[in-house]
């Protein structure tokens, strides 16, 4: 074989693993878009449904398995996790259904693993390890990893993608702080959910907590605010 013929395979196997894999992170992400707008409602998730049929569920949780994304396409890699989460803190709570709240399963952050990407993970590993560490600088994550609990922002109907994920981002970001019952704002005291505190260096990067906070409020918070923080809600986001 000579050298351009060996360059010209190379081209076209490389090629045929790029089709692969984004085929399979296309795969995945229009049946988790599916599944997200079946079964969430303003919010809330219809686990009992879910539990009733989870064969959707199922064949989600085995298509994770076998994608596989690359930190060199961020975009991809990005939604693909996220996706991962949402689907596999619904997968817990329905193996597990009826429960009150996801503290009442043990282990069920750090215990519990998933076959997800190729590996196997806990949802602690997969939000600290895979997502936090590899994007240190990206503190929106906490706006879309939705754990179950009504302290949670919302989870959204609908699956995050690689050509929308910015978009999703900033839009999910900017409607959990501008929420009044997620940022309690009274004169010059501000309650913040705790999620600030467990995370508090993601949110002080460039400043403090207010100056992250206030780059995506319509209604500026005093930089001076005497901050505290309001008691995680841990009830279940089930729809009632």
Not at 37 to 53: F, M, Q, S
Not at 134 to 156: N, S, Y
């Amino acid at each position: 074989m000579t050298i351009q013929m060996k360059h010209i395979t190379t081209l076209i196997t490389l090629l045929f693993i790029a089709v692969s894999y984004g085929q399979s992170v296309d795969t995945f992400v229009n049946k988790a878009d599916t599944f997200f707008k079946t079964h969430i409602k303003n919010g809330r998730v219809d686990y009992k449904a879910i539990k009733n049929n989870p064969t959707t569920l199922n064949e989600l949780t085995t298509l994770a398995k076998e994608v596989r994304v690359s930190k060199n396409n961020p975009k991809s890699y990005q939604a693909f996790w996220i996706n991962a989460y949402n689907i596999s803190v619904i997968k817990g709570i329905v193996e597990n259904y009826p429960v009150k709240k996801p503290l009442d399963i043990k282990g069920f952050f750090d215990k519990i693993t998933y076959e997800l990407g190729g590996v196997k993970t806990t949802l602690n590993e997969l939000e600290n390890i895979l997502l936090r560490k590899v994007f240190p600088q990206e503190a929106r994550f906490h706006f879309v990893l939705v754990c179950a609990g009504l302290g949670c922002p919302p989870i959204i109907n609908e699956a995050y993608t690689p050509g929308k994920l910015e978009t999703q981002l900033q839009r999910q970001t900017t409607i959990a702080l501008n929420n009044p019952n997620f940022i309690k704002v009274k004169g010059n005291k501000v309650q913040l959910s705790q999620i600030f505190e467990w995370y508090k260096a993601d949110f002080t990067q460039n400043g403090n907590e207010i100056d992250y906070i206030n780059t995506f409020r319509k209604e500026a918070i005093p930089t001076n605010a005497k901050v505290s923080y309001y008691p995680y809600d841990w009830t279940l986001n089930e729809v009632k």
